[in-house]
């Protein structure tokens, strides 16, 4: 497919926002509404020569049964269809299950069958599919309103943690909390471009490699849509993601690699109504023997989980806020756990301004579980700052590619036990450090939340951050007072 057809098929698929918008469709739901059809339109084209599957899909309610269709029957159809293939049993019914027309304009819906039935998707390259996709997710993302940022880790970062994980074929990769599956793409496309594929190898990566949950019922839909458009499972067979809480158990795989932004919000909480029938949230705390400690902080509990599901020589890169770095209690258990049984040999401090829920602290833990010795198994600890006096914003001034360049060179992918710091006596500006275990081990709560350029915001009136970047720092700074108090009053009843 040509690059004149693609820009073209995207600018249609675009094209439909705003009149759908402008009907009070959200991204979210156009998203869903385009995952549905562009499903059925697949699985007509894959019934049909060369492929001549069996698609399951009951007759009555295939595509053609509906896209010849115009106003209230194509609605009464689609409605139906959405109904039956809900009930249906395997991947069907996973992607269907729920499913309704939101899309209430009839000749919008006409128009919108009619742009996916002009083209030929299955024989589109998953780029092409890809870049359609992943376009709405940003889009959608960007759709404050409907909350789904908070799933949305920055691509620059992703392929960053990636390149630095330089993961290889015939390996396993899981993310316990996958979103619209980012994590899985970005290292599908460092596999298939960094090595030439044999079969068995392209069939692996297709099949076996990836393994991920998903909370969200309808973040989980596009996850499967967006891995099949980039050539990730078959439509028809194993389903690589599964919708559910990964913490609920230790799911038994063990896996190479584990990259993963968890949810921000420290608990984990279920919401339940109490006897005078009012709705009541209570801590979730989850007993599992292979933790190393209970805790209802939600990061804690997906560090330990998925240094759980590691086998003895993988690897890890995890995004965490900065209250797993420094928070006693449970937080010291899990730092000097991670310390004394894996390699937690580099820590990125990202900046603020490049997540959609505002203000966040974050940073990228990598770490690599080792086999069980009584030896301490971090020595050294590198710490790269990209926080101090760096400033990102998500639409004057966002993260790009360029940004992380010099933070994947410091890191050394090709053989990390090769570095150099680039912080000295003479050089405090520098940002990448090393700090023995030792040094870790004598700070006050083990804590790993260790800067040393100075900020220089605080120094001088004159270089103060932008007002938006103040005003998201003075948001979290109240949201986290909020949470507080919420949390002293729920104790208090």
Known sequence: MNQENTSAIISKVWGMCNPLRDDGVSYGDYLEQLTYLIFLKMSDEYSKPPYNKETNIPAGYTWEDMNTLKGAELEQQYKATLEKLGEQGGILGKIFKGATNKIRNVAILYRIVQMIDNEKWVSMSSDVKGEIYEGLLQKNAEDVKSGAGQYFTPRPLIRAMVKCLRPEPMKTIADPCCGSGGFFLAAHEYIANNYSLDREQKEFLKNNTFYGNELVDSTFKLCLMNLYLHNIGDIYGNVPVALGDALLSDPGIRVDYVMTNPPFGKKSSITFTNEEGEQEEEDLVYNRQDFWTTTSNKQLNFVQHINTILKS??????????????????????????????????????????????????????????????????????????????????????????DLEDFISCYNPQNRYERTETWSEDNPEGRWRKFSVEEILARDKTSLDIFWIKDKSLADLDNLPEPDVLADEIIENLQSALESFQELKARLR
């Open 313 to 402: 020589t993988g690897k890890a890169a995890v995004v965490v806020p900065d209250n797993v770095l420094f928070e006693g209690g449970a937080g010291e258990v899990v730092r000097k756990k991670l310390l004394q049984t894996t390699d937690l040999h580099t820590i990125l401090r990202l900046p603020t301004g490049i997540f959609y829920k505002p203000g966040v602290k974050a940073n990228v833990i990598f770490f690599d579980k080792r086999p069980a010795s009584p030896e301490m198994q971090t020595k050294t600890v590198w710490i790269y700052d990209l926080r101090t006096n760096v400033h990102f914003t998500l639409k004057q001034n966002p993260m790009t590619d360029r």
